[in-house]
């Protein structure tokens, strides 16, 4: 037991490493942008267009993971499919057109969808075998990774370096890292005759309604991201700095919260954090919507943030215990939720061309209620301990909706 103990602790120290290095990609890859836009020649809207190619990427190979994972173990399908995102990021600034660019962004999006969610499920198993919240931690984890690089990034480009060299450096780098720190996960494998998952399937019934709470947090999340600046701009009458400042409140307060998210939900429970956060987002909003000043907007915004931060890590995790393939379900929960962060920001910019941005963001505070009385599906199910005599580090399956205590 002290062998398995300490394997869990060691595989958490890599799984910590493997969401920050998955978080240095889009980091990285953010602060570019502006170059690749002229690089290609393309306008606002076909950029847009090309800036799509991740979502469907992602979408469409996110149910691959699961099978990946059955087919290789935790380990090499995390080892394999990161080192796949790292080496995709010296992709787009390769691309000469919008045809290429669209092409690289798609297998940019493909190879973080289906890393995301392995690596998701491998935080779900270290989770359960330390039998403490971490998945809260490892979100937050992801956020700082990405500040990082793209505090480098930005460097980067003050400084006039090519940004071809700068991604297929940081790719390179990455990519040793990835290598590295993905020897310290758990290979977890599949139980004698259990059957491989689909290439392709509806998410189970369980996930599904997992992901609907996902959905809901993600929402306001997505809305807020692209929104907020602009609510504080057109509804306050602010400035373009405070607007900016509106929205780096609102994305501190996601990373710090998701930081130490992981002490109040061993202390509450998953389901009462959530309702917690659904109640303090469902605040928030109906601060946004009755402001007409910076001075309560603003903290209306920080609410939600505080509210919704740990609502995805926990679907994760729920998705895990929810019983069947573990990666199976977290994929089709990171299905739908990412679904959600798609179609917030449009819906948001929708109901404001055809109402207000105060229509728009009563909608958003619909949506952070909702948790309240949904957040029962994420209850914990309990898991039983490892299989007997496997050695540490390398297990089976346990049986589904068992937890050690």
Request: proline share 5%.
């Amino acid at each position: 037991m002290a062998d398995d103990l300490h394997a869990a602790r060691r595989a958490r120290v890599g799984v910590s490493l493997v969401f920050a290095v998955h978080g240095a990609v889009t980091g990285t890859f953010a602060t570019r942008i502006p170059w690749i836009q002229d690089h290609t020649g393309v306008g606002p809207g076909q950029l847009g267009l090309a800036l799509l190619a991740p979502a469907v990427g992602s979408f469409l190979a996110m149910p691959l993971a699961g099978r990946i994972v059955h087919r290789f173990g935790a380990r090499a399908a995390v080892r394999g499919l990161l080192m796949l995102w790292t080496m995709s990021l010296a992709l787009p600034a390769l691309a000469p057109n919008l045809g290429l660019l669209w092409l690289s962004l798609f297998v940019y999006g493909a190879s973080a969808g289906m890393s995301d969610v392995a690596m998701n499920a491998q935080g779900v198993e270290v989770e359960s075998r330390l039998d403490r919240s971490i998945m809260s931690g490892l979100h937050g984890l992801w956020y700082v990774g990405g500040l990082a690089a793209s505090g480098f990034g930005v460097l980067a480009a003050h400084l006039g370096v090519d940004p071809r060299l700068h991604y297929a450096v940081v790719a390179l780098i990455l990519t040793c890292l990835g290598y590295g720190v993905s020897g310290l996960l758990l290979d977890v494998r599949p139980a004698a005759g259990e059957e491989a998952p689909p290439r392709f399937a509806l998410p189970p019934r369980a996930a599904l309604l997992i992901g609907l709470v996902g959905f809901c947090g993600v929402f306001a999340e997505g809305a807020s991201v692209d929104w907020s600046g602009v609510y504080i701009k057109a509804v306050t009458g602010s400035s373009a700095g405070t607007a900016a400042a509106c929205y780096a409140v609102f994305a501190a307060t996601m990373a710090v919260v998701r930081l130490a998210g992981d002490h109040v939900v061993d202390r509450l429970g998953p389901v009462r954090t959530v309702r917690l956060g659904g109640t303090v987002a469902t605040a928030g909003g109906l601060l946004v919507v009755f402001a007409r000043t910076p001075y309560l907007a603003i903290p209306g915004f920080a609410l939600i943030g505080l509210g919704v931060a740990v609502v995805v890590p926990l679907a994760f995790a729920a998705a895990g215990r929810a019983g069947g393939n573990a990666s199976q379900a977290i994929a089709g929960v990171a299905t739908v939720t990412y679904t959600s962060g798609l179609v917030a920001p449009a819906i948001v910019g929708g109901i404001a061309q055809i109402s207000s941005l105060t229509v728009s963001f009563a909608v958003v505070t619909l949506m952070a209620a909702a948790l309240v009385p949904s957040a029962g599906v994420l209850g914990r199910r309990r898991r039983t301990a490892p299989t007997a005599g496997a050695p540490a580090g390398s297990t089976t399956r346990r049986p589904a909706g068992t937890r050690a205590d």
